[in-house]
């Protein structure tokens, strides 16, 4: 019997463990999404060939990295108009400052005027990909979403008397969060805690770490419910809190909540 014992609790340190090292990730991931929207032009395609998103946290020309996660291929941006819009990366980053994005382009870039397809060269200032300057700051357990609105009329440019188009892409940058979070923490701490957060449309889930710290993230703006449910081992019986109210771009401190 002491053996089992002993392999049980062995069995919860390990869980709880795996479960802080998921909560510590969590306080330093920001989810981030990429959008691509256009402006009507006066062409039947504007064909961009999407390769890469990276980004800079860096004022200087070094320091890219990939967002990750980025959904390669050929944007007829005439199709994203109207409120239709191509969901280009969806991925978690660490959280903090971002200063610059880079649209990494192939050579398969091309319009279509009368029914032909003519192909954009690419000036060779930008073969390195388009560079976006902005300034924002990506709090954890947030959701953000960057809009990236091309003008095409003017970023085609038809050279002189060679007939050729060049691809110099003019974007409007727009970084908004779509989300909040509700932290906290419970005491005691010596057990796992499910903390799950109701608003009676959705229900979002999520674990304390080995301190007793909770964070949910991505959380719509709405009034919720908090049901805290303690591990059974703990002896205690779950505990709810009502009407925590969740805004836009803010992490809603709840503080600690105790069993008793």
């Not at 057990?191 to 999520?206: C, E, H, K, M, P």
């Amino acid at each position: 019997m002491k053996q089992q014992h002993f392999i049980q609790m062995v069995l919860v340190i390990v869980v709880m463990m795996f479960l802080q090292g998921c909560s510590n990730d969590t306080t330093q991931m920001t989810r981030v999404q990429i959008k691509l929207v256009d402006a009507p032009g006066d062409y039947e395609e504007v064909n961009i060939d999407l390769k890469d998103v990276l980004i800079n946290r860096t004022e200087s020309g070094n320091g890219w990295e990939s967002i990750g996660n980025v959904k390669q291929g050929i944007y007829n941006l005439l199709e994203y108009t109207g409120g239709v819009e191509a969901l280009i990366a969806d991925s978690e980053i660490p959280s903090g400052q971002i200063n610059q994005m880079r649209l990494v382009l192939g050579e398969n870039n091309s319009i279509k005027i009368n029914g032909e397809l003519t192909k954009l060269d690419t000036p060779s200032s930008q073969q390195s990909g388009l560079k976006l300057n902005f300034h924002t700051e990506l709090m954890g357990g947030l959701l953000y979403t960057f809009i990236l609105d091309f003008d095409v009329n003017k970023s085609i440019v038809k050279a002189a008397n060679s007939g050729k188009y060049n691809l110099k892409p003019v974007i409007r940058v727009v970084a908004e969060a779509t989300s909040g979070a509700i932290a906290g923490k419970v005491t005691p701490f010596e057990f796992i805690t499910q903390v799950s957060a109701i608003n009676g449309t959705d229900t979002l889930r999520t674990h304390t770490d080995l301190t007793g710290k909770f964070l949910v993230k991505g959380v719509p703006p709405a009034t919720y419910k908090l049901l805290f449910t303690p591990d059974t081992s703990s002896g205690f019986s779950p505990k709810t809190v009502e009407n925590i109210t969740v805004t836009l771009g803010n992490v809603t401190d709840v503080g600690t909540i105790t069993f008793e």
